[in-house]
């Protein structure tokens, strides 16, 4: 490949089409957020004006359930002084740059993230263009894993990956879909900690994500360095972390031979939707590794905690052992994959220079979490939920494809996919304060032959998951995931990262595909919240506490943390308080 080749993508028609989705999401996104006023315009359509009044955007929209903004892209146009012009994202933001809260700090970093979320994609839209029908007839769980096109529904600076170049961007992006074998580390034991959960031996361990030949291998490394391979534990590193971040940031652990590099591993590795996990590719069957990864992306630096690895599998033991002994989450099929073993690198100068939420704090972490390759039955595959929001260039649904190849009524195929995903949540929330981050990425479908879901499973476990009861009764080592919330705010988590974030957009697809009017959908909401609730009567005094059809919700605005700290979204220390919360939406269940 040639210098020119690593940007062929960006051409003037893929640039302005990326351009025309972006705005899309934008005007849709930023109205439903509140930050935006459409004007109806007495010839059809709406349009709002930029902060000096002089632009105009006008464009067609429908309105649906939860003030959701179907925008069709097709139909914007951009009028300033009489004059056509044509749509640029880049200006669209100076353009509102007050509407939207843009500090003259954060604007060019958010300008940042856009333009590489414009470039990844102008790549995608060179990619070959595989339709909905085929992806839900025949896709693997990689096919669809790399073949999704938009990244999280919600954030319209969803790609930023600040941090990656170009030739890294082909490299490590999931859609580039390139091969990566993953570094390995020597780390003293001095500083580092590996633990792992109930059963699993170290060396054991390592020898079956390695095999014997690659652990010979590194122990040869050491061994001609004078160095005693049982004073170190081995480390996987993304290969981006070890050129950019610690072979100059960790330099001093480097020379002092705390950190030895021992070169890459031999297994080949597949990058996923989150960026910084790794399927097996060489080997399904073995673990996912997730790594430390220093880029910007969607509000967080993606680093990893050492101080978090430590209690990860005890967290992620506790949490299996609580599914396995509800009779309720058993019968949904739920299961997670769990964060089986974790390793971390404490650099001690970092840490006495800053507090425990420093990125400095997260650059050399990894865990393994379980794949779920080897838990499915006689004709199942997996899908990432993500999926489910996924429309090919013909503006098809994947669900949609889904459920018109599976010879089901769009309400008889969404019921089971409720009670897999929906009902655990509901019985979670309810019977232990138990939350999830359900988004998208962090959950996988398993489906059977005719694309119907049978059963899901739950990822990003330790990291992820909240117990909101002050009074709840957990282990030591699990502590870490209590969170104190204030119980007006607690139904959030269902309400906002469910119905707003997710549901709000599968519905959306499916009408515009035609597949099923509004009421069909959110009745088969209501039906699963209804049949949870009447199976499980001992719950009653909780149901009337937190109303699942209480007529409103508070808006909880996502963009708008973006927009406001687009390096450091949410106060770790603080996350329910640094909520932006606008209002009221009608609940479309009530």
Known sequence: MTIADTVAHLSPERWAEANRLLVRKALAEFSHERLLTPEPLDAGGFRVRSDDGATEYRFAARRLRLEHWQVAADSIT???????????????????KDALGLS?????????EISSTLSGTCFKLTQPDVSARELAASGSFQDIETGMTEGHPCFVANNGRLGFGIHEYLSYAPEAASPVRLVWLAATRERAAFTAGAGIDHEEFLRAELGE??????DATLRGKGLDPADYLLMPVHPWQWWNKLSVTFAAEVAQQRLVCLGEGDDEYLA?????????????????????????????????????????????????????????LKDTGLTIIRERAAVGYRHLEYEGATDRYSPYRKMLAALWRE????????????????????????????????????????????????????????HSFYAYDLVFMPHGENTILVLDERGVVVRAIFKDIAEEIAVMDPDAVLPPAVERVRAEVPDDMKLLSIFTDVFDCFFRFLAANLVTDGVLDEDTFWAAVADCVREYQESTPQLAEKFARFDMFAPTFALSCLNRLQLRNNQQMVDL???????????DLANPIA
């Open 573 to 583: 220390a603080d996350p329910s308080g640094a909520l932006q919360l606008v209002g």
């Open 104 to 112: 003259d700090a954060i604007l060019p970093v958010y300008l940042e």
């Open 213 to 218: 030949e690659t652990l010979a291998r590194f």
């Open 78 to 96: 951009r009028h300033r002084h009489g004059a056509e012009l044509p749509l640029d994202a880049l200006q669209f933001f100076t353009e509102f």
């Open 371 to 426: 794949s779920p390759v080897d838990s499915l039955g006689e004709g199942e595959r997996l899908a990432t939920m993500a999926s489910l929001l996924h429309t090919d260039r013909a503006g098809r649904s994947f669900a949609g494809a889904l459920i018109e190849g599976s010879g089901l009524t769009p309400r008889e195929w969404l019921k089971p996919y409720l009670k897999a995903y929906l009902t655990p949540l509901l």
């Open 272 to 328: 996923q939707q989150s960026i910084r996990t790794f399927f097996n590719t060489t080997s399904p069957e073995k673990h996912y590794v997730k790594t430390a990864l220093s880029v910007i992306n969607m509000g967080f630096m993606r680093g990893l905690s050492a101080a978090y690895m430590e209690a990860t599998p005890a967290i992620n033991d506790w949490l299996a052992q609580l599914i396995d002994n509800d009779e309720v």
